[in-house]
């Protein structure tokens, strides 16, 4: 660890890209690394998706702007694996199985359950099929396009589930944003921060920690999971094969798995991720329980889409997901 | 140009009188490395990539897509909209420029108004989305919070038109001043009619210039992407916005091939477009000038 963190400092720099300061507390969790080792952190197209990742890493490859890590969603991850480094971090055996490739190609670093987040003017909404309801009118967004962002897929899966549908077919989903659509109160204004500040999207399907009142940047917000309806996503850790700076890459792993109180995984948690080492941390009590407890409450068997069942979601939503609400 | 430069540099002639001998296109080669850099360049890579497999062999297999029932509800929804917002645009824009040549040519009014119309016409993107979210979106005091405002095409093409007026303004203004005062002096003189005047005279010489400005609003709106993605960007209706998710879905349906097809799909369109300007503009310039 010693030579990693030497070899590091050697380099000096670490290119990250896609990651916005208010998500997932990456602004802390990039000056807290920046300040405890000396390096200096380039980060890149912040708004950037998983794919606009990928595609740096392909574009710029063999450049000293390319990503050294990426911050990538599973359905991106797992068919570019040959542009990964395998890479197991110390704390490798906290993860659970489930959520690591065995080589360490790719390994799930923070998480969430989709919810709706609300503006508290509407007072409690406790069902989706309030929403269908006369005071949402024009009221109802989605982060993004369903057909390109994986948040705004799982917002659909997840109103799949409540409408009764399986993971396996994510019609109903679509059938719900469909009545949603009919009865005026699907917003097609995309939320940012900027949209929620500015009251253009009092409601807004996104995962629990982009739907806590510190990211969207207003106080009257709520968060609510529906009950039976735990649709939970994690995001994965890759590193560049070719990253221009090797070491500082691997230490920005140690640092992101690391469960010590300034660690990447509780700095998660204190912006409302679920950090993936968070059970074994749990049992060690090394965890910031104060953040643990801030986490919104869910019920019942949390869903985690198989690639599978993703992938036949996207094939649905790119057929039908513009007739249906077009 | 060459020869501002020999006596800039105090270079002394090699005999008095004689011109250095530097061809005269020598001039447009920044302009043509400029347009090759970023406009042939991009749209050969374009075309290479449209015919391109995944595997890097040929392949025709991008065109098939662009005959699919999905790739074709893009380019409808992109025609839809340019050509509300650009008939929407050129008319009412033409009204206006015609007001404003119809003053006083050296007025304040009318370099109030072309003044106006340059920085508008450059108004649009984001800034311009959320300026009319704002002003008509369900959180304004104002207009009844338009609910069909939200609907496609008509609620984008009202913002687009924000921009297509003062575009056509600056366009068609000088077709309006080439009009001549002494062609209507004659036509009255002889006892016609304003009517007959605008049936016989003014409309038959603005019209090649009025259908080429609306053919410009036309590409104008084609293009324009930053605008409609933050009006709304849960759906894809128009070609820039499809071409925007197949570069970067994250859902496993990011697909290059088909985004260099949908380009040059747009390339076609385009240069349909501006072939018939090109046109138009020639019938124009035979009498207005």
């Not at chain 1, 380039?42 to 740096?56: C, K, W």
């Not at chain 1, 019609?171 to 949209?195: C, D, E, I, R």
């Not at chain 1, 691997?250 to 469960?259: A, C, K, N, V």
């Not at chain 2, 749209?43 to 699919?68: H, P, R």
Request: some cysteine; proline content about 5%; aromatic content about 10%.
């Amino acid at each position: 660890m010693s030579k990693l963190v030497a070899a590091a400092k050697k380099e000096g720099t670490l290119n990250v890209i896609a990651l916005p300061p208010t998500w997932a507390n990456y602004g802390t969790i990039i000056s807290t690394f920046s300040k405890m080792y000396g390096i200096k952190v380039n980060s890149a197209n912040p708004a950037g998706t998983s794919q606009d990742e990928v595609n740096a890493v392909k574009q710029e490859n063999g450049t000293a702007a390319a990503p050294d890590v990426l911050d990538i969603g599973m359905a991106v991850a797992l068919v570019n694996t040959n542009l990964f480094a395998p890479y197991q971090v110390s704390s490798w055996s906290s993860v659970p199985a489930a959520q690591k490739a065995p080589s360490g190609v790719w390994v799930q670093d923070y998480g969430g359950y989709m919810a709706v987040g609300y503006s508290s003017k509407f007072g409690t909404i406790t069902s989706l099929s309030q929403l269908l309801g006369p005071k949402f009118k024009n009221a109802v967004a989605l982060n993004g396009n369903p057909t390109a962002a994986n948040a705004a897929l799982n917002g659909v899966m997840m109103a799949n589930l409540v409408e009764g549908g399986t993971a396996d077919s994510i019609a109903k989903g679509v059938a719900f944003f469909q009545k949603l659509k009919a009865a005026g109160n699907f917003s097609p204004v995309s939320a940012t921060g900027a949209t929620i500040k500015a009251g253009t999207t009092p409601v807004v399907f996104n995962w629990d920690y982009l739907n806590l009142p510190s990211y969207v940047g207003v106080s009257n917000w709520k968060v609510f999971v529906p009950p039976g309806a735990a649709l939970g996503g994690y995001y994965a850790q890759a590193i560049n094969k070719n990253a221009s700076h090797p070491a500082a890459a691997r230490l920005w792993e140690e640092f992101l798995y690391s469960q010590a109180a300034t660690g990447g995984q509780n700095l998660w948690l204190e912006g409302g991720a679920r950090p993936v080492e968070q059970a074994a941390m749990a049992s060690n009590g090394s965890i910031n329980s104060t953040a643990a407890a801030k986490l919104p409450s869910v019920s019942g068997t949390p869903v985690f889409l198989t690639q599978t069942q993703a992938t036949n979601a996207a094939t649905y939503l790119s057929a039908n997901w513009a007739k249906a609400i077009g | 140009m060459a020869v501002a430069s020999t006596t800039e540099t105090g270079a002394p002639p090699v005999r008095a009188g004689r011109r250095l001998r530097v061809p005269a296109w020598i001039g447009t080669v920044p302009f043509l490395g400029y347009i090759g850099v970023f406009l042939l360049l991009p749209t050969g890579i374009v075309l290479y990539k449209a015919f391109q497999s995944s595997s890097g062999g040929f392949t025709l297999s991008g065109l098939t897509a662009l005959g699919s029932s999905a790739v074709r509800g893009y380019f409808i929804g992109s025609f839809k909209l340019c050509v509300i917002s650009s008939v929407i645009g050129a008319v009412l824009g033409a009204i206006l420029a015609y007001a404003v040549a119809s003053g006083n040519p050296d007025g304040a009014v009318r370099r109030l108004y072309l003044a106006a119309s340059g920085v508008l016409a450059q108004f649009g993107g984001v800034t311009l989305a959320f300026a009319f979210l704002a002003t008509v979106g369900p959180t304004s005091g104002l207009l009844l919070h338009l609910s069909w405002f939200y609907d496609f095409p008509q609620g984008i093409a009202l913002i687009y038109v924000y921009f297509q007026i003062p575009l056509m303004v600056l366009v068609f203004m000088p077709a309006i001043d080439g009009l001549k005062v002494q062609w209507r002096e004659a036509c009255e003189s002889l006892g016609g009619s304003a009517w007959q005047y605008w049936r016989h005279v003014g409309g038959p010489l603005l019209a090649p210039a009025f259908l080429g400005a609306t053919l410009l609003l036309f590409a104008n709106a084609l293009s324009a992407f930053a605008t409609i993605e933050a009006w709304e960007n849960q759906i894809a209706y128009t070609v820039p916005q499809q071409i925007s998710t197949a570069l970067s879905s994250e859902v496993g349906l990011n697909n290059a091939n088909e985004a260099s097809v949908l380009a040059v799909g747009m390339v076609i369109m385009v240069v349909v477009v501006m072939t018939g300007y090109v046109l138009l503009q020639r019938r124009a310039s035979r009498w207005l000038h």
